[in-house]
DNA sequence: CCGGCGGGGTATAACGTTAAACCTCGCGAT
DNA sequence: ATCGCGAGGTTTAACGTTATACCCCGCCGG
């Protein structure tokens, strides 16, 4: 910057107030300026900026994969949402592993965003309370919080038993969870909804049997494939599965096929998410629609109430579900 | 740091020093400065630490949409291939219209990153020349590019051809190529890909049929569906598919199916890049491995080359292709 | 004729680090 | 006795911006 302001025989500052469309400067100076910015092929040190503002424009996303689909849906949305505001939108793999998880979240790295969407699965209540920082955050999320954080939570519940009381419409008796677990310490995404599986279940006044509980660990497609497959292999009784996840009821529907059962007749499948390929697969997938504008909305009014009043009263939404059918499941009877 | 610095009663230095474990300090008041940076809570500013040093220990990768599946596997792969070496990947979205590109292509923001990795469809030569960042930079690419950046390749015209070949030997005559096109002005993944079926069509002694060439312009799934629906509709006879991407081949298959053809016995189906998902869907989408893990560790070899030595001769790498075969095409005969 | 004011512009001091030079011991070798 | 040296530490000057205060000049109203 200084090389611009000695060639166009001006002050540092009239560089910056140039560049910045700051007023009281000339017509003719901002056009020299303008002028010898391009000739020189000058570009603003963004890092100084952010350094002397404590601005950044930039907005970051936290999440646990980048090639879990939901969270490269969800990506692709708040980026979109954020372009017209001139925010921009990176975003930051906290990975499987606690070690790295809790890197990405170090309070250092957090702050060189002017707020942050965290949608960490893994992370557990603890790790939350030693981070208290000042940057505004949103917790776009699965499982409980503290109350001091803005968040933003899936009604995963309410899914849940929606999904499986269209299975059990349906005709289903035997409905396993796959994915799904009850006895997390806390109540995250998988044991969330298998609660309200099991709420379902005991609503039509039916027995949640343990062996229908199918927990899994990484929530692959691959994995659901085989556990799926493996339990009706062993003689597992099964005419419905509710994945967790999407992409455990389209690995659900595979691993089905593999153990010779067809979908819908055999055994019906709802998923948990509505992607954006659960629409295309064969037979199109049921699933559970999270409302993801709707999170999305929510969660950046949020992150702006907080950028603009950094004491902002956290709130706390959870969003609506709506089960979205399609070929994976029967047409009540 | 300063208060840290004062409350041990230490300089500003010996913090610094304490931080980055570096020698000659001394045990006791390296452990009394660990003790009040803890108790104070501090972390250290990673702009300043920039702005000083210049290193970030961030790589970037910058992609066109988050949510196309190719590209969130792919950060997933690098950002997995650069954890053990202590280095972060943060990813963002260039998006589709050109005026994004550019803002996220501006040397300004290329800058912030140590190194970065360029997977940009839309972007044309003219782009690429406008900034001739010291940024070290490594083009991911589907397109020809100019020489002097470093560039891994895949080897589309190949792998399609391998595709071709593929669905040929199967017994297809009239193979559509679906999102391909053949009057690109630079040879982008479009018109590589099919390129390639061309070629093979042509050793064969079979005659392009422009028809056969369905454009698209959103890559995505939806999109190919309905379009290769339409055709059929529309009359046109087709006996084999090869998707330019896997997302537009499972397109493909949901679309037949809605036309009532079947996959692979009315129609054969061959899809490129070899998703995860492409396993698990049903039928099996045969399709043609990029060879990802091999691509993704040349890229990061360019790109520490580039960062060990910022005058090293561009190299340019093309990836070697194999084809993955899998249930939505028939054995040769 | 003077005071005030606004347009155009500049000088200076930060923002929070770290590289580099430098300082001061105490100790062992000469 | 002196020198060199290394361990432990400090001082200073950047990195590239921008906020703030300030300066100068011409013009307008009273």
Redesign the pocket.
């Known amino acids: ?2 090389d611009v302001a000695r060639v166009a025989g ?5 560089v ?2 140039v ?2 469309g700051r ?4 017509a ?2 901002r056009l020299r300026v303008l002028e010898v910015v391009d000739e020189l092929g000058y570009e ?2 963004l890092t ?2 952010r ?3 404590g601005r950044t424009g930039t907005v970051g996303l936290i999440v646990p994969r980048f090639d879990h689909q939901y969270y490269s849906e969800l990506a692709a949305r708040i980026s979109d949402a954020l372009a017209p505001e001139g925010l921009h939108l990176v975003v930051e793999q906290s990975g499987a592993n606690r070690e790295r998880e809790l890197s990405a979240l170090s309070l250092a790295r957090l702050q060189q965003y002017d707020g942050v969407l965290l949608s960490a699965v893994g992370l557990d209540f603890r790790d939350l309370d030693r981070i208290h920082p000042d940057v505004p955050i949103v917790l776009l999320g699965e499982q409980d919080v503290p109350d001091r954080y803005h968040s933003i939570k899936m009604g995963n519940v309410a899914g849940a038993r929606l999904a499986t009381e269209h299975l059990l419409a349906g005709g289903a008796q035997r409905i396993a969870v796959l994915g799904g677990r009850l006895d997390a310490p806390h109540l995250d995404m998988a044991s969330s909804r298998a609660q309200g599986w099991a709420d379902a279940l005991d609503a039509a006044g039916l027995d949640p049997d343990p062996q229908l509980v199918i927990p899994l660990e990484f929530f692959s497609i691959a994995e659901a494939r085989s556990a799926i497959a493996d339990r009706i292999a062993g003689g597992l009784a099964v005419d419905g599965v509710l994945g967790v996840t999407d992409e455990i009821a389209i690995g659900a529907m595979s691993g089905l096929r593999d153990a010779g059962r067809t979908v819908p007749d055999d055994v019906q499948v709802v998923g948990f998410d509505n992607l954006r390929v659960s629409e295309h697969v064969l037979p199109g997938l049921t699933s559970v629609d999270p409302g993801h504008d709707a999170m999305v909305a929510e969660a950046l009014r949020l992150l702006r109430r907080q950028m603009e009043d950094k004491g902002a009263a956290p709130e706390h939404v959870v969003s609506d579900v709506a089960l979205v059918e399609r070929g994976s499941t029967r047409r009540p009877r």
Chains 1, 2 share one sequence.
């Open positions: 910057m200084s001006v002050s540092l500052m009239t910056s107030n560049l910045n007023p009281n400067v000339g003719e100076t603003i040190n100084a900026r350094l002397r503002t």
